[in-house]
């Protein structure tokens, strides 16, 4: 028998990095060899450098001190400060790449002021143009006044972030500034957008002269931060450098071509009437203002002046350039830096220089420092009510921060008092901004949080950020939106760019409807369009979906009652006019009369997508956008734990009728009467009891005839000839009797106690209440409102008496053993852990959701022998207790998207997975978990998780193994990268069960089995289009009374655990718990090595006779054979996958 697979050796093989690839070219660091001569052997040698003895006792420098003494301070302990060092280098650019850059900058300079002259034309002729290259504007109105013509560029200059310093990897980005001759513009070209079309054809001059050379490798269009005012022109080096840079050609004005005053945010430059083509009896004077226009023409005139005023801050402040790429991957990680309205890394520089010049940071400060403040200032700062101007002592025509506020949602103003930078930013980029600084700060300073890892290198899509999404699909349907909320005046100022112009006015309104539902609204910022130079530039509609995101307040989001003012108050009317003919009169219990709109909701899924009904009804309603453009990402994934046909439920309301039923059980336990000992806690040790059972057990009502009677009891047995009946799991109640000298000291004595207990419990529940009851030596079954609880009687020195022995001498000897470990773990850990999280549930009310999602993807992954059910529910708990660098998850999905990411990206080699139930652990005790953790990982489980009670991981110590783990981590990064692909991508195939589905081709031997003798057939991820009757009527459930039915028959796992019995050292099996009619088995190598032949190890082997040597290996097909007839009537065929390996 030969394998043909491998295992990886190492687990952090598997486990993904997420550093930004260091460039392929460039070399390792090697330390500095001790010999010279050395050089021409092969290996490189690492050797400590050696140092004499005054050098070694020398005492630290006051620079070395300083350093002490600021890790100490500043940083939480000198890693982050090693951590933020190596982050910088790995972003900095290499002097290499620094000279590819100057060389090719050279060239295109060179290329560009040889551009030749043209003869003058209208600025509506494009005759002098070569036919291949196209203008990069979109020209609405076709025509304007003006004439036109080519000429070498006044001067080529170096602007942005490569002349200051603060250019980062991985994408390297370098401004060119080309002046366009004066000759070439006229003073009023600010009207109309003349100045922007002749800008435009300029650009494509410019593009139509570079084509023919062969420096340039390929050359594309793009907008500056999606202004289709500002296309400007993107180069690249030839091929062999291609994806190294990319250098952005801007066309500008001369400075000071254009006065200021005439970019006042309130004077317009657009009129009217050239605009619609209409004759308009109003004046010129009554004409809208265009600050959008005027400040994108005014953006062109400044960056020399900026770029000045910045090299002049940045040169007295020596972190300055180290502080603006720590707050640019910042941003980047939190997709706030690119397209549309962003804050990119031009905004953090002048940020930065604002808290320098107002003192509010000092030129000393380190790049950890200047991070920290510019987030503690954004933190704190609403730049959309109180806006921060750069200027010292603007002219008189410069507009105040006033007129500002009233153009403009955010406000910035550049140093020359007439700018607003953020002119395009909207109100909901700024605030998701500062949502995203005020996290970053209160986590920063939690000593027991990994900051640098949360702060800068988690990436925060917003599929797995926002709690739910909703995406406009058809983007032309806005420009109806335009006409349906009057924008013809924005319009106007945005040249019409419909998107941008209706996405300000949609946000309000979802802002209004929405209210106290929702913590944050944010919007996907539009990509920068970009477009071969040959081909026309692209329509406003050809975008990709808008998508926004909600983080919910859960306890608010699902409400069904929207509640308005008094019929009688003057705000109803505008209650009336947001809600249409959603809105009506309603009279309420405590006798007021007002307005109110109703949304349908009957089970908690159905009320989880009632912001969904918000949106819809709105957005239909206000901007004529059709429910079909609408498409809702909030509750796709909880498809797959969805049961019930008339009204579909996740699970809440079935675990909540077990929690009601198990509470009334133990009130009547509590006050039973009759008992030698009272009862001193009754607790739960249950999935269901914390709300996190896949499938909670539904309440049946059995159909008689369906079973045969046993003699004695008269309860139910299965009928060979009927489909194996439906499975009735038993929930765990663990019953402590008080202490009492009376209990005996020996094993046996105590467990017939427990028995003694459980059949007089039996009896008086019987007597008092009516139930059902089967005692057992180990627990006591009750039959209770459709449900069976098992009942464990509990003595809690029993444990202790287990671990105690007498040897031959007549010494006690205390030893632990797995008997005791066993019990402790099902009468102690397994209740407390039920009741803390229990109360977690109770605090986050979509925690048990996102536990029955992760259990039902390990299921179906066949991992649930791997990470257990109180593994996985204590994974989901860490994402809700440190949630870090995110808010706990308020929906399902976004919930089940993060376990698959801590799954897929924790570093389980090196680190602790830290759960702080009930938030009992101090920053001492982490460190000391961190450092028993290192200092014993050999001898600890792979995967590690720490709890207050729990130090020494026991939740985790069978299960998994390295290999395990390791495919558990593959196999949740894949299902990851797929899912998100799909939810944020309309055009993909719409199948979130794909995640689901396991590659069964890693396997080697597959049984299949009969699905009529699968009980939980119905649970499958496709359930089959038969299913069959397992003995269930419907109809309401008897309380009590009634005979006692199948409990706990599932022969599926009673299967597998004779499987694993007779051929654990053989194979590994997996099932899916919940449904799967496959059991999948993989051979373990180290079994299928011949060993010599032994009479007593002669099970399931075949004698292989070489020589003088007798061996014996496997006997494969004897080992199917016997798949078949221990699995008689259950398995349906036996499929052995010889293309892995062969007889």
Same mark, same amino acid.
């Given at each position: 028998?030969?394998?043909?697979?491998?295992?990886?050796?190492?687990?952090?093989?598997?486990?993904?990095?997420?550093?930004?690839?260091?460039?392929?070219?460039?070399?390792?660091?090697?330390?500095?060899?001790?010999?010279?001569?050395?050089?021409?052997?092969?290996?490189?040698?690492?050797?400590?450098?050696?140092?004499?003895?005054?050098?070694?006792?020398?005492?630290?420098?006051?620079?070395?001190?300083?350093?002490?003494?600021?890790?100490?301070?500043?940083?939480?302990?000198?890693?982050?400060?090693?951590?933020?060092?190596?982050?910088?280098?790995?972003?900095?650019?290499?002097?290499?790449?620094?000279?590819?850059?100057?060389?090719?900058?050279?060239?295109?300079?060179?290329?560009?002021?040889?551009?030749?002259?043209?003869?003058?034309?209208?600025?509506?002729?494009?005759?002098?143009?070569?036919?291949?290259?196209?203008?990069?504007?979109?020209?609405?109105?076709?025509?304007?006044?003006?004439?036109?013509?080519?000429?070498?560029?006044?001067?080529?200059?170096?602007?942005?972030?490569?002349?200051?310093?603060?250019?980062?990897?991985?994408?390297?980005?370098?401004?060119?500034?080309?002046?366009?001759?004066?000759?070439?513009?006229?003073?009023?070209?600010?009207?109309?957008?003349?100045?922007?079309?002749?800008?435009?054809?300029?650009?494509?001059?410019?593009?139509?002269?570079?084509?023919?050379?062969?420096?340039?490798?390929?050359?594309?269009?793009?907008?500056?931060?999606?202004?289709?005012?500002?296309?400007?022109?993107?180069?690249?080096?030839?091929?062999?450098?291609?994806?190294?840079?990319?250098?952005?050609?801007?066309?500008?004005?001369?400075?000071?071509?254009?006065?200021?005053?005439?970019?006042?945010?309130?004077?317009?430059?657009?009129?009217?009437?050239?605009?619609?083509?209409?004759?308009?009896?109003?004046?010129?004077?009554?004409?809208?203002?265009?600050?959008?226009?005027?400040?994108?023409?005014?953006?062109?005139?400044?960056?020399?002046?900026?770029?000045?005023?910045?090299?002049?801050?940045?040169?007295?402040?020596?972190?300055?350039?180290?502080?603006?790429?720590?707050?640019?991957?910042?941003?980047?990680?939190?997709?706030?830096?690119?397209?549309?309205?962003?804050?990119?890394?031009?905004?953090?520089?002048?940020?930065?220089?604002?808290?320098?010049?107002?003192?509010?940071?000092?030129?000393?400060?380190?790049?950890?420092?200047? #991070?920290?403040?510019?987030?503690?200032?954004?933190?704190?700062?609403?730049?959309?009510?109180?806006?921060?101007?750069?200027?010292?002592?603007?002219?008189?025509?410069?507009?105040?921060?006033?007129?500002?506020?009233?153009?403009?949602?955010?406000?910035?103003?550049?140093?020359?008092?007439?700018?607003?930078?953020?002119?395009?930013?909207?109100?909901?980029?700024?605030?998701?901004?500062?949502?995203?600084?005020?996290?970053?700060?209160?986590? *920063?300073?939690?000593?027991?949080?990994?900051?640098?890892?949360?702060?800068?290198?988690?990436?925060?899509?917003?599929?797995?950020?926002?709690?739910?999404?909703?995406? #406009?699909?058809?983007?032309?349907?806005?420009?109806?939106?335009?006409?349906?909320?009057?924008?013809?005046?924005?319009?106007?100022?945005?040249?019409?760019?419909?998107?941008?112009?209706?996405?300000?006015?949609?946000?309000?309104?979802?802002?209004?409807?929405?209210?106290?539902?929702?913590?944050?609204?944010?919007?996907?910022?539009?990509?920068?369009?970009?477009?071969?130079?040959?081909?026309?530039?692209?329509?406003?509609?050809?975008?990709?979906?808008?998508?926004?995101?909600?983080?919910?307040?859960?306890?608010?989001?699902?409400?069904?009652?929207?509640?308005?003012?008094?019929?009688?108050?003057?705000?109803?009317?505008?209650?009336?006019?947001?809600?249409?003919?959603?809105?009506?009169?309603?009279?309420?219990?405590?006798?007021?009369?007002?307005?109110?709109?109703?949304?349908?909701?009957?089970?908690?899924?159905?009320?989880?997508?009632?912001?969904?009904?918000?949106?819809?009804?709105?957005?239909?309603?206000?901007?004529?956008?059709?429910?079909?453009?609408?498409?809702?990402?909030?509750?796709?994934?909880?498809?797959?734990?969805?049961?019930?046909?008339?009204?579909?439920?996740?699970?809440?309301?079935?675990?909540?009728?077990?929690?009601?039923?198990?509470?009334?059980?133990?009130?009547?336990?509590?006050?039973?009467?009759?008992?030698?000992?009272?009862?001193?806690?009754?607790?739960?040790?249950?999935?269901?009891?914390?709300?996190?059972?896949?499938?909670?057990?539904?309440?049946?009502?059995?159909?008689?005839?369906?079973?045969?009677?046993?003699?004695?009891?008269?309860?139910?047995?299965?009928?060979?000839?009927?489909?194996?009946?439906?499975?009735?799991?038993?929930?765990?109640?663990?019953?402590?009797?008080?202490?009492?000298?009376?209990?005996?000291?020996?094993?046996?004595?105590?467990?017939?106690?427990?028995?003694?207990?459980?059949?007089?419990?039996?009896?008086?529940?019987?007597?008092?209440?009516?139930?059902?009851?089967?005692?057992?030596?180990?627990?006591?079954?009750? *039959?209770?409102?459709?449900?069976?609880?098992?009942?464990?009687?509990?003595?809690?020195?029993?444990?202790?008496?287990?671990?105690?022995?007498?040897?031959?001498?007549?010494?006690?000897?205390?030893?632990?053993?797995?008997?005791?470990?066993?019990?402790?773990?099902?009468?102690?850990?397994?209740?407390?852990?039920?009741?803390?999280?229990?109360?977690?549930?109770?605090?986050?009310?979509?925690?048990?959701?996102?536990?029955?999602?992760?259990?039902?993807?390990?299921?179906?992954?066949?991992?649930?022998?791997?990470?257990?059910?109180?593994?996985?529910?204590?994974?989901?708990?860490?994402?809700?207790?440190?949630?870090?660098?995110?808010?706990?998850?308020?929906?399902?999905?976004?919930?089940?998207?993060?376990?698959?990411?801590?799954?897929?990206?924790?570093?389980?080699?090196?680190?602790?997975?830290?759960?702080?139930?009930?938030?009992?652990?101090?920053?001492?005790?982490?460190?000391?978990?961190?450092?028993?953790?290192?200092?014993?990982?050999?001898?600890?489980?792979?995967?590690?998780?720490?709890?207050?009670?729990?130090?020494?991981?026991?939740?985790?110590?069978?299960?998994?193994?390295?290999?395990?783990?390791?495919?558990?981590?593959?196999?949740?990064?894949?299902?990851?990268?797929?899912?998100?692909?799909?939810?944020?991508?309309?055009?993909?195939?719409?199948?979130?069960?794909?995640?689901?589905?396991?590659?069964?081709?890693?396997?080697?031997?597959?049984?299949?089995?009969?699905?009529?003798?699968?009980?939980?057939?119905?649970?499958?991820?496709?359930?089959?289009?038969?299913?069959?009757?397992?003995?269930?009527?419907?109809?309401?459930?008897?309380?009590?009374?009634?005979?006692?039915?199948?409990?706990?028959?599932?022969?599926?796992?009673?299967?597998?655990?004779?499987?694993?019995?007779?051929?654990?050292?053989?194979?590994?099996?997996?099932?899916?718990?919940?449904?799967?009619?496959?059991?999948?088995?993989?051979?373990?190598?180290?079994?299928?090595?011949?060993?010599?032949?032994?009479?007593?190890?002669?099970?399931?082997?075949?004698?292989?006779?070489?020589?003088?040597?007798?061996?014996?290996?496997?006997?494969?097909?004897?080992?199917?054979?016997?798949?078949?007839?221990?699995?008689?009537?259950?398995?349906?065929?036996?499929?052995?996958?010889?293309?892995?390996?062969?007889?």
């Amino acid at each position: 028998m030969k394998k043909k697979k491998t295992v990886a050796e190492n687990p952090a093989e598997m486990i993904p990095s997420h550093h930004e690839e260091e460039e392929e070219e460039e070399a390792p660091v090697k330390a500095k060899r001790s010999k010279p001569e050395d050089a021409g052997r092969e290996e490189v040698g690492y050797h400590p450098v050696k140092l004499s003895r005054s050098d070694l006792y020398r005492p630290p420098t006051a620079e070395e001190l300083n350093q002490l003494k600021e890790a100490e301070s500043l940083f939480h302990c000198s890693l982050l400060k090693m951590q933020m060092e190596e982050l910088l280098k790995e972003v900095a650019l290499s002097e290499r790449r620094k000279k590819q850059i100057d060389s090719f900058v050279q060239t295109v300079t060179k290329l560009l002021q040889a551009v030749p002259d043209s003869p003058e034309v209208e600025v509506s002729d494009l005759s002098w143009l070569s036919s291949t290259v196209k203008t990069p504007f979109l020209l609405v109105p076709k025509t304007t006044k003006g004439k036109f013509h080519m000429a070498p560029p006044a001067s080529v200059d170096l602007i942005g972030s490569y002349p200051l310093g603060t250019c980062t990897k991985p994408r390297i980005v370098v401004d060119l500034a080309v002046t366009i001759p004066a000759d070439v513009l006229h003073p009023k070209d600010v009207v109309n957008q003349r100045y922007p079309r002749k800008r435009a054809l300029y650009l494509a001059g410019l593009a139509q002269h570079l084509m023919s050379s062969s420096d340039i490798g390929t050359m594309r269009y793009s907008c500056l931060h999606g202004n289709r005012l500002r296309p400007i022109l993107l180069l690249m080096p030839p091929v062999k450098d291609s994806s190294s840079f990319t250098v952005r050609v801007h066309a500008c004005p001369p400075p000071g071509f254009f006065k200021p005053s005439r970019f006042h945010p309130q004077r317009n430059n657009i009129r009217t009437e050239w605009y619609t083509g209409l004759q308009t009896s109003q004046s010129e004077s009554n004409d809208p203002p265009t600050p959008h226009y005027n400040s994108s023409v005014l953006g062109d005139l400044l960056p020399r002046a900026h770029l000045q005023f910045l090299s002049a801050i940045s040169s007295q402040c020596s972190a300055f350039a180290d502080g603006v790429a720590l707050l640019k991957v910042w941003l980047r990680q939190r997709d706030l830096d690119q397209g549309t309205g962003c804050f990119n890394g031009y905004l953090a520089s002048m940020l930065l220089s604002y808290l320098l010049t107002t003192h509010r940071i000092s030129n000393t400060m380190t790049a950890y420092q200047l #991070l920290r403040n510019s987030l503690n200032f954004l933190a704190s700062t609403d730049l959309t009510v109180n806006g921060i101007t750069l200027a010292k002592d603007p002219d008189s025509t410069a507009p105040s921060l006033a007129e500002f506020h009233s153009a403009f949602q955010v406000v910035f103003v550049d140093p020359s008092g007439h700018l607003n930078m953020c002119a395009d930013m909207t109100a909901c980029t700024y605030k998701q901004l500062q949502h995203e600084a005020s996290v970053s700060m209160k986590f *920063w300073d939690n000593p027991t949080v990994d900051g640098f890892q949360g702060l800068l290198m988690t990436p925060k899509p917003m599929i797995r950020t926002s709690d739910h999404i909703f995406q #406009l699909c058809e983007l032309v349907k806005l420009q109806s939106s335009c006409k349906k909320m009057n924008l013809l005046s924005e319009l106007m100022d945005h040249s019409g760019n419909y998107v941008r112009t209706a996405l300000p006015f949609i946000l309000s309104l979802l802002q209004r409807g929405l209210g106290q539902r929702i913590h944050l609204l944010t919007h996907s910022l539009s990509p920068d369009p970009e477009w071969s130079v040959e081909s026309e530039a692209p329509k406003h509609k050809a975008q990709p979906p808008l998508s926004f995101g909600l983080l919910l307040r859960p306890e608010l989001a699902f409400s069904v009652l929207e509640r308005g003012p008094p019929a009688d108050s003057p705000k109803a009317a505008e209650f009336r006019q947001l809600w249409g003919s959603r809105s009506e009169l309603r009279r309420f219990q405590d006798g007021a009369i007002t307005e109110a709109v109703l949304w349908e909701g009957a089970s908690m899924c159905q009320k989880q997508l009632v912001p969904r009904q918000i949106i819809t009804h709105l957005l239909q309603l206000h901007a004529e956008i059709p429910d079909s453009c609408v498409r809702y990402v909030g509750a796709m994934v909880d498809d797959v734990i969805k049961t019930g046909s008339e009204v579909p439920s996740t699970g809440e309301e079935e675990s909540l009728l077990v929690v009601q039923s198990y509470d009334d059980l133990s009130r009547k336990l509590w006050r039973l009467e009759g008992l030698p000992l009272s009862i001193t806690s009754v607790q739960g040790a249950h999935p269901a009891l914390r709300y996190t059972q896949v499938f909670p057990p539904l309440p049946l009502k059995l159909d008689y005839s369906f079973f045969n009677r046993e003699k004695t009891s008269r309860s139910l047995v299965p009928k060979e000839d009927k489909p194996c009946p439906a499975y009735i799991t038993p929930i765990t109640v663990i019953c402590h009797m008080e202490g009492s000298g009376k209990w005996p000291h020996d094993r046996l004595a105590i467990r017939h106690i427990r028995a003694a207990f459980h059949i007089r419990l039996g009896e008086l529940l019987k007597k008092h209440h009516n139930y059902t009851c089967r005692p057992c030596p180990t627990h006591l079954d009750v *039959w209770k409102d459709g449900l069976v609880f098992r009942i464990q009687v509990a003595y809690h020195r029993e444990p202790q008496v287990l671990r105690e022995n007498v040897n031959a001498e007549g010494l006690l000897i205390v030893r632990d053993n797995e008997e005791a470990q066993a019990l402790e773990m099902a009468t102690i850990h397994k209740p407390l852990l039920t009741s803390t999280l229990h109360g977690l549930q109770q605090q986050h009310p979509c925690f048990g959701a996102v536990c029955r999602l992760a259990k039902r993807w390990l299921g179906a992954q066949l991992f649930s022998e791997d990470v257990t059910e109180d593994t996985a529910d204590l994974l989901v708990a860490s994402l809700f207790l440190q949630p870090a660098p995110f808010t706990p998850p308020g929906s399902p999905q976004v919930g089940f998207l993060r376990f698959l990411h801590l799954l897929s990206s924790f570093d389980w080699r090196n680190n602790p997975l830290v759960v702080n139930l009930n938030n009992q652990l101090t920053a001492a005790d982490y460190t000391e978990t961190k450092n028993d953790f290192m200092a014993c990982r050999e001898s600890l489980p792979v995967m590690f998780i720490a709890t207050p009670k729990d130090k020494k991981s026991l939740w985790t110590k069978r299960a998994p193994s390295v290999q395990m783990l390791q495919r558990v981590v593959m196999v949740a990064a894949e299902s990851l990268k797929v899912l998100e692909h799909q939810l944020m991508d309309g055009s993909q195939i719409q199948d979130v069960r794909v995640v689901m589905r396991p590659p069964l081709d890693a396997y080697d031997v597959l049984i299949h089995l009969n699905p009529k003798q699968v009980p939980l057939l119905s649970q499958a991820v496709d359930p089959p289009a038969v299913t069959f009757s397992r003995g269930i009527m419907t109809g309401s459930v008897a309380q009590s009374g009634g005979a006692l039915p199948v409990i706990d028959h599932n022969p599926v796992s009673l299967y597998l655990k004779e499987l694993r019995e007779a051929f654990g050292d053989l194979a590994l099996f997996f099932c899916d718990p919940y449904g799967g009619t496959v059991i999948a088995v993989l051979w373990k190598p180290k079994a299928f090595i011949p060993v010599p032949f032994k009479t007593s190890q002669v099970s399931a082997r075949s004698v292989e006779v070489a020589g003088e040597e007798a061996n014996t290996v496997p006997n494969v097909e004897a080992i199917l054979e016997d798949f078949r007839v221990l699995g008689k009537g259950l398995v349906k065929s036996v499929e052995p996958r010889t293309e892995k390996w062969s007889f």
